[in-house]
């Protein structure tokens, strides 16, 4: 079955260190995104790709970092730069259209 | 500064009755909206969308109306079901029909169904 999957489900991190979120997808999807959501707040774009070995900044890119060496995955990762990590972490590609968009089932990291 | 706005965080209705989820967006630009759903411990999916060129889009229990002039857009569920028990997210899009690289999302909405 095609499909995108992000693991792990739950992440903790100790303040201060880097932690890559992983996001694999089998759909040939050429565009890839990632998402934060917090509490009250709806998804902000962190950065996502339209096609291998580039990508883009969205509106929240500060303290994160991602690459693009495989069509089928996105990691995301989190650096020390990043003030408040703890949050909802989702992941999602899409065909052409969002109407074709499929989203992963999300990680939360909690920075304790 | 949030350009598409849920601004109800929840709604409860019975079964069988009308739901009707409210969104609205500041950006003139914008002229493909959807709908997404989310169960909880699952990630979204696409529930529904409208073209700017038009003012409603049905399929099935599922209705979006779409009030270019207001930049307001509504979805309604009829009759609604306790399966619909889910968290809704409003998203927008400027330009070509949704095949924009970026998609801007609401808050998100949780309507619970009571049977």
């Known amino acids: 079955d095609g499909g995108i999957t992000q693991s792990p489900k739950y992440l903790f991190r100790k303040e201060g260190q880097n932690v890559t979120l992983s996001c694999e997808q089998n759909l040939n999807h050429d565009a890839m995104y990632w998402y934060r959501q917090d509490p009250g707040q709806g998804l902000r774009l962190i950065y996502y790709?339209?096609?291998?070995?580039?990508?883009q900044k969205g509106d929240i890119a500060e303290g994160y970092s991602v690459s693009r060496e495989k069509k089928e995955s996105f990691p995301l990762t989190v650096t020390s730069a990043q003030k408040n990590p703890t949050a909802f972490y989702l992941c999602?590609?899409?065909?052409?259209?969002?109407?074709?968009?499929?989203f992963g089932q999300g990680t939360r990291l909690t920075v304790v | 500064d949030q350009q598409v706005k849920q601004n109800s965080p929840s709604l409860s209705v019975q079964e069988g009755r009308i739901s009707i989820l409210n969104c609205d967006y500041t950006n003139s630009m914008f002229d493909y909206f959807l709908w997404y759903k989310k169960y909880p411990a699952e990630g979204p999916t696409f529930l529904i969308s409208i073209s700017s060129i038009k003012d409603k889009n049905e399929d099935g229990r599922f209705t979006v109306f779409l009030n270019k002039s207001a930049k307001h857009l509504s979805l309604h569920i009829v009759p609604s079901q306790p399966g619909d028990s889910a968290v809704y997210f409003c998203a927008a899009s400027p330009f070509t029909q949704g095949g924009s690289e970026k998609l801007v999302f609401g808050k998100g909405m949780k309507l619970t169904v009571n049977p």
């Open positions: 790709s339209q096609i291998v070995n580039d990508f």
């Open positions: 999602a590609s899409r065909g052409f259209l969002w109407t074709e968009a499929f």
